[in-house]
């Protein structure tokens, strides 16, 4: 899949204002529409020419677009970073006006997931021009260790605004938020009354934060279940040994059977993500092979060499 520049398709620059980008869209548009344009690719140019202007009209997708796309170019290969998107409040797009269908991979890998999001029944309208604020959807990172004993963290997100000049620009919002205890991957939290401000007296909307674990831990999670690699000795997997292994509610004496393998699993039962029914902690082997750097190691990988018969590929007729 390859990088979009939509600056670049509606020939605007990276600073251009909100009223330029519209312009430049209702020009391109009249010169590409298949019904009046000559020009052979005219279809393919507006569906294109579409899509940039779905998100560089809309300051959320544009604040978000500009923070990832400072990193490519047009054309390079791409695939989103993970959680490229977190911090970012976005509206909720289950309108009709934010239909997306038709668009290409690129956008889909972008904005799909933010649509999905979306819950129904965002802002509602009556005849007296009361109108209940729009629900908004942001993306969190937070450590594993937060759903096995909850916490409360700060949270700073990234409201997009449109400044009175026509540019878009980020605020700040820092957010004191409650991680409730056994919270899972792709689950959301609701903060009443914390969306966009209601018109006429209605009450404000909803914000509705979408849980995403630290993709840099040394954890990996499936569902309710907790996955770790655990480097051991040889002699610890050839021997048996009881180690000490971290798991997100603290250390544990974890017992390696002796004859143990590289990649063999271990399964500590109920320590995964707390629930009324825990997932497991599973924890893969893998034997670390000490250095042959100095004298004395390398004739203990001699001695060992004389001493077993063994080889490692036996049986792949090589």
């Known amino acids: 899949m390859e990088f979009k520049d939509y ?15 519209k312009r430049a869209y209702r020009k391109l548009a009249r010169k590409y529409h298949p019904d009046v344009s000559k020009e052979a690719d005219a279809e393919a140019k507006f569906k294109e020419l579409g899509e940039a202007y ?63 999001r979306a ?3 965002g802002a509602r309208r009556t005849r007296e021009f009361r109108m209940r604020g729009e629900d908004r959807h942001a993306k969190v990172v937070v450590e594993l260790e937060d759903s096995y004993r ?47 401000s209601g018109v006429g007296g209605s009450p404000a909307g909803d914000l509705y934060l979408e849980i995403e674990f630290n ?18 000795a040889p002699w610890e997997a050839a021997l048996g040994a009881t180690v000490k292994a971290p798991t997100p509610a603290g250390p544990v004496d974890l017992k390696i059977p002796p004859n143990s393998q590289g990649g063999q699993k271990l399964r500590l039962k109920g320590r995964g993500i707390p629930a009324r029914e825990p997932g497991d902690f599973y924890v893969e082997l893998r034997i670390a092979l000490p250095r042959a750097d100095n004298e004395q190691a390398r004739q203990a990988y001699e001695t060992m060499q004389r001493e077993f018969a063994f080889n490692p590929r036996a049986g792949m007729e090589v």
């Open 150 to 196: 909850g916490a409360t963290r700060s949270i700073t997100l990234q409201v997009p605004e449109v400044t009175a000049d026509g540019h878009v620009r980020t605020r700040a919002r820092t957010l004191n938020v409650r991680i409730p205890k056994g919270v899972r991957q792709g689950q959301q939290i609701r903060l009443a009354g914390q969306g966009g």
């Open 54 to 116: 779905e998100v560089l009209k809309d300051p959320e997708k544009r604040a978000a677009y500009d923070q990832l796309g400072s990193q490519y170019r047009a054309g390079q290969e791409f695939r989103p970073p993970p959680d490229w998107d977190a911090g970012f409040e976005f509206r909720d797009f289950s309108g009709a006006e934010h239909d997306m269908g038709g668009f290409s991979d690129f956008f889909e890998s972008l904005f799909g997931g933010a649509a999905r």
């Open 7 to 21: 600056y670049q398709i509606m020939g605007v620059k990276k600073d251009a204002t909100q009223d330029e980008i």
């Open 215 to 232: 993709p840099n831990s040394r954890y990996r999670v499936e569902g309710a279940d907790v996955y770790m690699t655990l480097p051991v």
């Open 119 to 121: 819950q129904p029944g």
